[in-house]
């Protein structure tokens, strides 16, 4: 397809797609600007052995996070087919609110503020918001910068009952320089490559032999590739919009996949970029 790719991908190609590319080790680039990133020196099990570590302590982390400050909030969510909530009410520092009050079922949904804070840096577009839903005893975590995926992890939920998520969002540019502004999933590549791609990078190793399901389904128009990996207990659900990728991930210990399956099924495909 004579696509271009950076330098950052240490290997990406149409016909093999053998992408061995980590967030934290690229450079973006737009508008001229470079922006080189601090990589860890040991990638462990990956992101999502990461997330044992964050979903220890979210109690005392949320209790020392805690503000006087509260911000005002009129947006109505909900996903087709869901009751339609209201907004939940108060500010965690650096974060801005965005989910809301259980439905009937006990259920949240979560959708990216407008004016959070984020991105990619100068010259980058704003991110297109997205939404998903989780059980109600499930709570937004802090994210650090020095998360194995750098500045890619928009966000990370967790809980002590049931499993753990993350949201990367990370700038097509990096893995192709022909995609524009309104990339699509399609465009990055059909879903068997784009999992041998991309899912290393959420699990740390080859996903080769781990691939269980893969699906692809759309909503409004737009594209999603679905997978369940095993080991590690995992699913992904992949998009594009914009000029960014966003792979969202829903994980569990064994105890807690075999218990809340069901649920954290549910979560994955409630996933969508608004």
Not at 112 to 137: A, E, L, T
Not at 161 to 182: H, S, T, W, Y
Not at 239 to 254: H, I, M
Request: net charge neutral.
């Amino acid at each position: 397809m004579g696509t271009t790719l950076f330098s950052g991908c240490r290997s990406f190609s149409w016909q093999q797609l053998s992408l061995s590319c980590s967030f934290a080790h690229s450079s973006s680039s737009e508008n001229g600007i470079s922006r080189p990133k601090a990589v860890p020196t040991s990638r462990g099990n990956g992101l999502v052995d990461k997330e044992k570590d964050n979903s220890l302590g979210i109690s005392s982390r949320r209790s020392l996070l805690i503000t006087g400050i509260s911000v005002a909030s009129s947006s109505v969510l909900g996903f087709p087919g869901e009751g339609m909530a209201v907004v939940k009410q108060g500010l965690l520092a650096g974060r801005i609110p965005g989910l809301s009050e259980p439905d009937e079922q006990g259920w949240r949904t979560y959708r990216r503020p407008d004016d959070k804070s984020g991105g990619h840096g100068v010259g980058w577009s704003p991110i297109i918001p997205y939404s998903f839903s989780v059980p109600q005893d499930f709570e937004e975590v802090p994210v650090s910068i020095a998360d194995l995926g750098g500045t890619e992890i928009d966000l990370r939920f967790a809980s002590s009952k049931e499993g753990r998520l993350f949201v990367i969002v990370a700038p097509v540019l990096r893995f192709a320089d022909n995609l524009g502004d309104d990339a699509t999933i399609q465009k990055i590549g059909p879903p068997e490559k784009v999992i041998n791609a991309f899912g290393p990078e959420v699990i740390g190793e080859n996903v080769e032999g781990k691939v269980l399901s893969m699906n692809t389904v759309e909503h409004d128009g737009r594209m999603y590739y679905q997978y369940e990996l095993e080991p590690p207990h995992v699913l992904i659900t992949a998009t594009a919009a914009g000029n960014r990728l966003y792979l969202f991930s829903v994980t569990g210990s064994g105890l807690q996949w075999k218990r809340h399956y069901q649920d954290l099924k549910r979560i994955s495909e409630s996933f969508r970029v608004v």
